[in-house]
Nanobody, 120 residues
């Protein structure tokens, strides 16, 4: 069984910063891509940022420059540093990991989500 535990969400004023963390544990052989998605009320879940095991990153246009994704492969942990937050960043943020389970089955795992609320 694979678990993703997220932390770091909360309430922040516009222009402020938050750092999200997500630790992956359980029956994992390897993790390729780790990422963050978000879902605002009434909207579809969207990719915020992703990072491969080699460090290649990908960002949504709306967060480029403001957000930075990083990972610690030794700890199976991914981080999302969010700066200059805007009200439109308000959403539930989900951690995602794609890789191989111990049984050598490729899969995608999700965290429970953490709320980020940006006030004006």
């Amino acid at each position: 069984q694979v678990q993703l535990v997220e932390s770091g969400g909360g309430l922040v004023q516009a222009g402020g910063s938050l750092r999200l963390s997500c630790a992956v544990s359980g029956s994992i052989f390897s993790i390729n891509v780790m990422g963050w998605y978000r879902q605002a009320p009434g909207k579809q879940r969207e990719l915020v940022a992703a990072i491969t095991s080699g460090g290649t990153t990908n960002y949504a246009d709306s967060v480029k420059i403001r957000f930075n994704i990083s990972r610690d492969n030794a700890k199976n942990t991914v981080y999302l540093q969010m700066n200059n937050l805007k009200r439109e960043d308000t959403a539930v943020y989900y951690c995602s990991a794609q890789g191989l389970a111990i049984a050598m089955v490729r899969d995608t795992w999700w965290g429970q989500g953490t709320q980020v609320t940006v006030s004006s």
